[in-house]
């Protein structure tokens, strides 16, 4: 352990996309403490997910280890137990460590080699009796599936959560963050926090949902009939959403309008995120260790609103891989930025340094710390990203994804930075795609070669009691609360 107390802070959000806070361009949002980082702190334009849905990208984070390495390729599924977890090694050196909120564990319920764990799971997940359900009733209120809610059908997931603000889930999570930092914040600590927004259903609390009803929100990117020249999985995005009993939303009517409005309640849960960091930097500051403390900020994936036609994650836009990174603390220059590409990954190795604590197993990630000192030098000439059977690779001029079916894309993203035109198997660059499917290639072989002990995991028993008792609710007299 370093002489003086290490501190690590890990925030993050759900399903953030990057270009959602002013530092990244979007500057009618209002998020003062996040802008507060972004100033005192390393803003990193160009950092991506190792997979653009939660779960692989949260055994990333778990293990530093690549998705084609720990074997979890996509949600309900989980590294074995035995697999080496860097966590565990922190708390072995005499670090305490927390994990707070939604962390997507499989089981839900697993402590992942935290000391301590406050649980708050996905907002759809009403069947769970983590902690912030048992806690939420002792506040005299239910936790219902969000179809029980008005709007949540004809917003297509975005209305107004009808909880009071401070009962959110989100403040919940800022509110327990921040009760442990002030209990803990003169021992060395790894903490991570984190959130359940910008995730859908987007739910903002009434006195944010209409905060950016009249802001000049972006349009989304594309144009009609653009999916008919995109791979076919792309195309059966929407019936999942349509069809599975957690969801039951049709996607087949989503318009400007709509688009716009689930836009203006995701980024109001962009400020609800906003305000439990300013709890969590609060409890830091007013314990005066906040500058003694690495605190990061990302989310695990993005999210499309509707670009290309497209809703929620799971492909390579740069709206679902790229996400915000920002940095703040011991030795990071303030008020800086770095165009090195950067992965999830990286943020392993980057924080077994600044701990002073040693991982046997070897991590793929690459550490920042070099990038305090020079950000505009060299780090990654290439990010990798991988889900299910497709997977993607990009460099900073062009990205290529290919799917298990042969389908594949190809974008040039300095000519199309909105990724509309697929290039993918025109005649005018078959040296470029040969080689990026070479990188692809050598990097898919390599990390499956590295592959962990992979088991399959059994069903979840809540969660298919609780989808079954939603698809008997049309056998019910109208108006009976699901759940």
Same mark, same amino acid.
């Given at each position: 352990m370093p002489e003086r107390p290490?501190?690590?802070?890990?925030?993050?959000?759900?399903? %953030?996309?990057?270009?959602?806070?002013?530092?990244?361009?979007?500057?009618?949002? %209002?998020?003062?403490?996040?802008?507060?980082?972004?100033? #005192?702190?390393?803003? &990193?334009?160009?950092?991506?997910?190792?997979?653009?849905?939660?779960?692989?990208?949260?055994?990333?984070?778990?293990?530093? /280890?690549?998705?084609?390495?720990?074997r979890v390729l996509n949600n309900g599924c989980w590294y074995p137990p035995e697999t080496p977890v860097w966590v565990r090694e922190v708390g072995a050196a005499g670090y305490r460590t927390a994990a707070i909120g939604k962390m997507h564990f499989y089981s839900w319920n697993d402590w992942g080699g935290f000391q301590d764990r406050i649980i708050a799971e996905d907002k759809r997940h009403y069947y769970r009796r983590d902690d912030y359900t048992l806690w939420l009733e002792a506040q005299g209120y239910r936790r219902l599936h969000p179809l029980n809610y008005p709007g949540y059908a004809e917003g297509l997931g975005a209305y107004t959560s009808p909880l009071p603000p401070e009962l959110h889930i989100d403040s919940y999570i800022g509110d327990r963050g921040a009760e442990w930092l002030r209990a803990h914040a003169h021992e060395p600590f790894f903490a991570w926090v984190s &959130?359940?927004?910008?995730?859908?259903? *987007?739910?903002?609390?009434?006195?944010?949902?209409?905060? *950016?009803?009249?802001?000049?929100?972006?349009?989304?990117?594309?144009?009609?009939? #653009?999916?008919?020249?995109?791979?076919?999985?792309?195309?059966?995005?929407? #019936?999942?959403?349509?069809?599975?009993?957690?969801?039951?939303?049709?996607?087949?009517?989503?318009?400007?309008?709509?688009?716009?409005?689930?836009?203006?309640? *995701?980024?109001?849960?962009?400020?609800?995120?906003?305000? %439990?960091?300013?709890? /969590? /930097?609060?409890?830091?500051?007013?314990?005066?260790?906040?500058? #003694?403390?690495? !605190?990061? &900020?990302?989310?695990?994936?993005?999210?499309?609103?509707?670009?290309?036609?497209?809703?929620?994650?799971?492909?390579?836009?740069?709206?679902?891989?790229?996400v915000?990174?920002?940095?703040?603390?011991?030795?990071?220059?303030?008020?800086?930025?770095?165009?090195?590409?950067?992965?999830?990954?990286? /943020? !392993?190795?980057?924080?077994?340094?600044?701990l002073g604590v040693r991982f046997n197993v070897p991590v793929q990630g690459q550490d920042l710390t070099p990038l305090f000192a020079h950000p505009a030098a060299p780090h990654r000439d290439a990010v990798f990203s991988v889900v299910g059977d497709r997977a993607m690779v990009r460099t900073r001029r062009w990205k290529l994804a290919r799917y298990g079916n042969g389908d594949g894309e190809l974008y040039d993203l300095e000519a199309d930075p909105g990724e509309v035109q697929n290039l993918y198997s025109l005649p005018e660059y078959p040296a470029v795609q040969a080689e990026l499917e070479a990188r692809l290639l050598q990097h898919a072989l390599a990390r499956s070669g590295a592959s962990a002990r992979f088991t399959v995991t059994p069903p979840d028993p809540e969660r298919l009691a609780a989808e079954e008792r939603i698809r008997a609710r049309d056998r019910r007299p109208p108006g009976t609360p699901i759940g």
């Open positions: 290490a501190r690590v802070l890990l925030i993050t959000s759900d399903q %953030q996309r990057w270009d959602t806070l002013p530092c990244y361009g979007l500057d009618f949002m %209002q998020t003062p403490n996040l802008d507060r980082v972004a100033r #005192e702190d390393m803003v &990193f334009r160009y950092a991506f997910t190792p997979s653009p849905v939660c779960q692989p990208a949260r055994a990333s984070l778990m293990t530093g /280890l690549d998705p084609l390495t720990h &959130f359940n927004s910008p995730h859908d259903p *987007y739910d903002p609390p009434a006195d944010l949902v209409g905060l *950016y009803a009249h802001a000049p929100i972006p349009p989304a990117v594309g144009y009609p009939g #653009e999916l008919e020249t995109k791979p076919a999985a792309q195309r059966l995005a929407h #019936e999942r959403a349509g069809t599975n009993p957690v969801y039951l939303l049709d996607f087949s009517r989503m318009d400007d309008l709509l688009i716009r409005h689930i836009r203006a309640h *995701y980024l109001a849960t962009v400020t609800l995120i906003d305000r %439990q960091v300013g709890k /969590l /930097l609060g409890a830091l500051e007013n314990a005066s260790v906040l500058d #003694e403390t690495l !605190v990061i &900020f990302t989310s695990d994936h993005g999210d499309a609103l509707g670009d290309h036609g497209l809703i929620y994650k799971s492909f390579f836009y740069e709206s679902m891989v790229r915000p990174l920002l940095m703040r603390g011991p030795g990071v220059p303030a008020g800086t930025q770095t165009d090195a590409l950067a992965d999830l990954l990286d /943020l !392993v190795p980057t924080i077994l340094r600044h």
